[in-house]
């Protein structure tokens, strides 16, 4: 059943411009890593290869979308606060 069970926010950074970085959420971090590096479209194509930086778990999809929804636009450094995590800043 959709949106059960653990998910993960994870922050890429792109090993070929290392100011950019990207913020995404699911529930399988090794095969989304897989996909922004090899798939065949998406935000991340253009700077290839990416590498994570963090990546936080969840309890449930909500906790770790009301993190993904909350933090400002990159670049700027997050500080985050969810249900289920504690605060931090994440060195990107």
Do not use: Q
Request: proline share 14%; charged share 20%.
């Amino acid at each position: 059943m959709p949106g059960i069970g653990k998910r993960f926010v994870y922050v890429l950074r792109s090993d070929s411009d290392p100011e950019r970085h990207y913020v995404g959420v699911t529930s399988d971090v090794d095969n989304r890593l897989e996909w922004h590096n090899h798939g065949p479209c998406g935000h991340t194509i253009e700077h290839r290869p990416w590498s994570l930086v963090v990546v936080i778990e969840f309890p449930s999809e909500e906790h770790a979308l009301r993190l993904w929804i909350a933090g400002p636009p990159d670049p700027a450094p997050r500080t985050l606060s969810a249900p289920g995590a504690s605060p931090t800043t994440p060195p990107i």
